[in-house]
């Protein structure tokens, strides 16, 4: 039998005084597929993050022998391995200067966050076989940071690619991609477990893994369960009744927007009117968050184009904000750290759905404050207001948002892939909110990629094609 690539044996982490893992026990093959399964908050995200040398362990012992060689630090195995996941982007998102998916890709070659170096032959050769293998050429000189949200999720996987990893590490690796890219991207990932690299995947959605000989590992309150618990089956979310309103929410006239240079939405003529529930669908980059976006005021149309906002008496960035609940990828990443360098927790980002704010939130009212602890309670994250946003997982962070996102009882809902990274109990109690925000007037436009996250009671359906309108449709 091969030796292990890593090892765990009676592993513990804690952080921040709290018990993140316990009594860990884990062996990792050469060539393996390894599945982790698990509720949000389970201990999911901070094992693969133990398996890639981010944390350390606070007793037992963790053991490499990639590249042949036992090593007990993670620096030098870490050269050998890559961990794939939302977080990886967030460097680039976060920063104003340039990185083309070139840029990236390069760097990951050289085990570096940016490209500083004229790349070797080695290296040109390398980012060859990798673009071809993920089929990413048509943006490789693109800025990554123009890219829509499941266009990043392919150019992190090549860059962890770029290296040859012994072994990749994957975290809810299919949210964000179109049914079609997950298509594409399963015979890589087949590729790669056939050059003997492991594959050692998180997800909530086991049916959209590659079709590989998977053994699964359920992890739950920090430690890993021998016998995977029965779960409840949760019910079916109830239709959305059509809200109570007339006339125009938002009108679009000849909107186009253009992130560096390049049109990523438009010209684009449409109207989201009372009364209606909006499903946006399309491929990877047609658009689908930058038209959620444009509608919220993180972007404007281009000279000669126009949105209006008719429900709103004064049509400034803060009463869209106060006014419009948006969960999204790029809100994720803005929401983990605080703007104004103090302590940012989960209570923080929830507060400042009621001032529309990003990294800070005003005192709240006695009765605001009751709705946050009313809301946390719904959604089973009280426990979550007092901890630090940077600390949480991604299905921890995603449910604080959707409570904020909801909070205020806002006058539009956009729910960009929003149910991503949630456990299906997490889905559920959601989703049981949305009929009551419905009838009290609140509007949702939900971008999905899959079926199933499409709600009973949508109204009308607007699929996007390379920027524009590929078909509308009324669907009740």
């Known amino acids: 039998m091969l030796l292990p690539l890593v090892q765990l044996e009676h592993v513990n982490v804690i952080a921040g005084g709290r018990t993140l893992l316990s009594k860990i026990?884990?062996?990792?093959?050469?060539?393996?597929?390894?599945?982790?399964?698990?509720?949000?908050?389970?201990?999911?995200?901070?094992?693969?993050?133990?398996?890639?040398?981010?944390?350390?362990?606070?007793?037992?012992?963790?053991?490499?022998?990639?590249?042949?060689?036992?090593q007990r630090s993670a620096v030098q195995a870490r050269r050998r391995l890559s961990l794939v996941g939302p977080d990886a982007e967030a460097f680039y998102l976060t920063r104003e200067w340039v990185q083309t998916v070139r840029d990236v890709l390069l760097a990951g070659f050289a085990g570096e966050t940016l490209n500083l170096w004229e790349a070797t032959p080695a290296a040109l050769a390398r980012l060859d076989e990798v673009v071809a293998l993920t089929g990413i050429s048509a943006f490789l000189e693109?800025?990554?940071?123009?890219?829509?949200?499941?266009?990043?999720?392919?150019?992190i996987l090549a860059r962890a690619l770029m290296p040859a990893p012994?072994?990749?590490?994957?975290?809810?690796?299919?949210?964000?991609?179109?049914?079609?890219?997950?298509a594409e991207l399963g015979p890589v990932l087949r590729h790669i477990a056939q050059t003997g690299t492991a594959i050692v995947l998180a997800t909530h959605r086991p049916e959209e893994a590659p079709d590989l000989d998977w053994r699964t590992v359920y992890v739950q309150g920090g430690q890993i369960v021998g016998d995977i618990p029965a779960q409840p089956q949760p019910q079916g979310a109830l239709p959305l009744p059509a809200p109570p309103a007339t006339g125009d929410l938002i009108r679009l006239r000849d909107a186009e927007v253009y992130r560096n240079g390049h049109r990523a939405l438009g010209p684009l003529s449409w109207a989201w009117e009372g009364g209606q529930h909006w499903l946006v669908t399309g491929e990877n980059g047609s658009g689908k968050s930058t038209l959620a976006r444009l509608i919220a005021g993180e972007f404007h149309p281009a000279l000669g184009g126009r949105i209006e906002r008719p429900y709103l008496e004064r049509d400034l960035l803060s009463e869209r904000r106060r006014s419009i609940g948006l969960v999204g990828a790029e809100l994720g990443i803005r929401q983990r750290t605080s703007q104004s360098g103090r302590q940012w927790l989960g209570r923080d980002v929830v507060a400042s759905?009621?001032?529309?704010?990003?990294?800070?939130?005003?005192?709240?009212s006695p009765e605001q404050s009751a709705q946050v602890?009313?809301?946390?309670?719904?959604?089973?994250?009280?426990?979550?207001?007092?901890?630090?946003?940077?600390?949480?997982?991604?299905?921890?962070?995603?449910?604080?948002?959707l409570a904020r996102a909801v909070v205020h009882r806002p006058r539009l809902l956009i729910l960009d892939e929003g149910v991503d990274f949630l456990d299906a109990a997490s889905r559920a109690r959601f989703l049981e909110l949305l009929p009551d925000l419905a009838r009290t007037g609140t509007h949702v436009m939900v971008i999905a990629h899959r079926e199933v996250d499409a709600l009973a009671g949508m109204t009308h359906h607007l699929h996007l094609d390379a920027g524009q309108i590929g078909s509308v449709t009324a669907l009740s």
């Open 373 to 401: 602890e009313q809301i946390a309670g719904h959604l089973h994250v009280t426990d979550l207001l007092g901890r630090e946003a940077a600390t949480l997982s991604q299905g921890q962070l995603r449910r604080l948002l």
């Open 25 to 70: 026990d884990l062996t990792v093959r050469p060539g393996e597929a390894l599945r982790l399964s698990g509720p949000n908050g389970g201990g999911k995200t901070t094992l693969l993050r133990l398996l890639a040398g981010e944390i350390a362990p606070v007793s037992g012992t963790r053991v490499y022998r990639l590249g042949g060689e036992l």
């Open 142 to 155: 693109r800025d990554f940071r123009m890219l829509s949200h499941g266009q990043r999720r392919r150019v």
């Open 166 to 182: 012994e072994l990749l590490l994957l975290d809810e690796f299919t949210d964000g991609l179109s049914a079609q890219a997950r």
């Open 353 to 364: 759905a009621f001032t529309g704010t990003e990294g800070f939130s005003e005192e709240l």
